[in-house]
Nanobody, 125 residues
């Protein structure tokens, strides 16, 4: 089991910025692709962004391109993955999940066997 712990969610207004964090503990975590997904009420969980284990490659959903930025800090035993969210919109309201896997920037939930518990982001208009 790979423990992933998200933080940083909150209640925001449209146009605000917010940064989510995900801490992943373990000696091998620096070799995992990391990703963010989100799930709005009544909807399927959807891909938001992914970053390669080196941090050199990233991928984004079209709905967040140009507004969200994923990054990572590979420390020795803990990897921290960030999701910087700018120009937030009400449609960004969802529970945001951090995920880890061995895929090459996969965009499907099946690409990631390890998941955090999620953090709520609510954006009011």
């Amino acid at each position: 089991q790979v423990p992933l712990v998200e933080s940083g969610g909150g209640l925001m207004q449209a146009g605000d910025s917010l940064r989510l964090s995900c801490a992943a503990s373990g000696r091998t975590m620096s070799t995992y692709t990391m990703a963010w997904f989100r799930q709005a009420p009544g909807k399927e969980r959807e891909f938001v962004a992914a970053i390669s284990w080196t941090g050199s490659d990233t991928s984004y959903a079209d709905s967040v391109k140009g507004r969200f930025t994923i990054s990572r800090d590979n420390a020795k035993n803990t990897v921290t993955v960030y999701l910087q969210m700018n120009s937030l919109k009400p449609e960004d309201t969802a529970v945001y999940f951090c995920a880890a896997g061995r895929s090459a920037l996969g965009t499907h939930t099946a690409d990631y066997p390890y998941w955090g518990q999620g953090t709520q982001v609510t954006v009011s208009s």
